[in-house]
Nanobody, 119 residues
């Protein structure tokens, strides 16, 4: 099993910034893609950003130019720098990693960290 622990959420005013972190630990085989998803009240969970093991990022259109995903492979950690935050960014943010075990990718999820953007 792989455990994911997120941190960095909180309350921020519109236009502000937050940095989320997610550390993976446990019985890690070979982590490939790491990423962040979010779920706002009354809405389905959606992709925010992912990053491959070689550092190639992918972003949802709604966060392009404002959010930056990065990772530290030595620390099994993924980050999400969120700038120019908007009220519509309010959601629970979940960390996700894909661990290659043999010939199978296994998805792991964190418990989530709440981000509230409000004045």
């Amino acid at each position: 099993q792989v455990q994911l622990v997120e941190s960095g959420g909180g309350l921020v005013q519109p236009g502000g910034s937050l940095r989320l972190s997610c550390v993976a630990s446990g019985n890690i085989f070979n982590i490939f893609t790491m990423g962040w998803h979010r779920q706002a009240p009354g809405k389905e969970r959606e992709l925010v950003a992912t990053i491959t093991s070689t550092g190639r990022p992918n972003y949802a259109d709604s966060v392009k130019g404002r959010f930056t995903i990065s990772r530290d492979n030595a620390k099994n950690t993924v980050y999400l720098q969120m700038n120019s935050l908007k009220p519509e960014d309010t959601a629970v943010y979940y960390c996700n990693v894909q661990d290659l075990r043999g010939f199978t990718f296994v998805d792991y999820w964190g418990e989530g960290t709440l981000v509230t953007v409000s004045s």
